[in-house]
T-cell receptor, first 116, second 114 residues
Framework: AQKITQTQPGMFVQEKEAVTLDCTYD???????LFWYKQPSSGEMIFLIY??????QNATEGRYSLNFQKARKSANLVISASQLGDSAMYFC?????????????FGKGTKLSVIP | EPEVTQTPSHQVTQMGQEVILRCVPI?????FYWYRQILGQKVEFLVS????????KSEIFDDQFSVERPDGSNFTLKIRSTKLEDSAMYFC????????????FGEGSRLTVL
């Protein structure tokens, strides 16, 4: 079984500052993928970034980067230069990538509020 | 940019009625999914679909639920005899096979059962 823990129910960040959203995971699978999604108040789930367990480098996508520490089983999301539009719920998820499909297990999410 | 589209965006139904939620996955993706999110809770996996059959399903996905790919573009979730606790946001998603890492969700269909 896989598990995701997001310990920060809510976070505040000043506009233009960087923020780190924590995610720790537990899995016995040797091959897995870690995902981050953004859910604005409108409800859609927006894919942000992906990290494979065998990827040597931390994933980056524009202002998003994933601080992957495999030994610590953590996959924190770093958002640089926060914008007001970054205010949303952020979900971390894990999936076994040895199967034919992605059965994602999600965390409870972190609500990020960007302050002007 | 390719996207997953879902209809309807919101459906209200009476308890006991049947509901069909529709999705058009990204055209070159091979795996299709349904997830749901009860209000205020985390997103939960329901089912994955590949090559015209279910590849994985969760405990939630019981006989009340079924999925179908009726033609080359649509992917549907049917919920029979809806219950109050079926009220949720239902997300369709699609992906390439692992480990490409791109799993994209649609905007969701909000189901309200009265």
């Amino acid at each position: 079984a896989q598990k995701i823990t997001q310990t920060q129910p809510g976070m505040f960040v000043q506009e233009k500052e960087a923020v780190t959203l924590d995610c720790t995971y537990d899995t016995s699978d040797p091959s897995y993928g870690l995902f981050w999604y953004k859910q604005p108040s409108s409800g859609e789930m927006i894919f942000l970034i992906y990290q494979g367990s065998y990827d040597q480098q931390n994933a980056t996508e524009g202002r998003y980067s994933l601080n992957f520490q495999k030994a610590r089983k953590s996959a924190n999301l770093v958002i640089s230069a926060s914008q007001l539009g970054d205010s949303a719920m952020y979900f971390c998820a894990i999936a076994y990538s040895g199967a034919g499909s992605y059965q994602l297990t999600f965390g409870k999410g972190t609500k990020l509020s960007v302050i002007p | 940019e390719p996207e997953v589209t879902q209809t309807p965006s919101h459906q209200v139904t009476q308890m006991g009625q049947e509901v069909i939620l529709r999705c058009v996955p990204i055209s070159n993706h091979l795996y299709f999914y349904w997830y749901r999110q009860i209000l205020g809770q985390k997103v939960e996996f329901l089912v994955s679909f590949y090559n015209n059959e279910i590849s994985e399903k969760s405990e939630i996905f019981d006989d009340q639920f079924s999925v179908e790919r009726p033609d080359g573009s649509n992917f549907t979730l049917k919920i029979r005899s809806t219950k109050l606790e079926d009220s949720a946001m239902y997300f369709c998603a699609s992906s390439d096979p692992p480990p490409t890492g791109e799993l994209f969700f649609g905007e969701g269909s909000r189901l309200t059962v009265l």
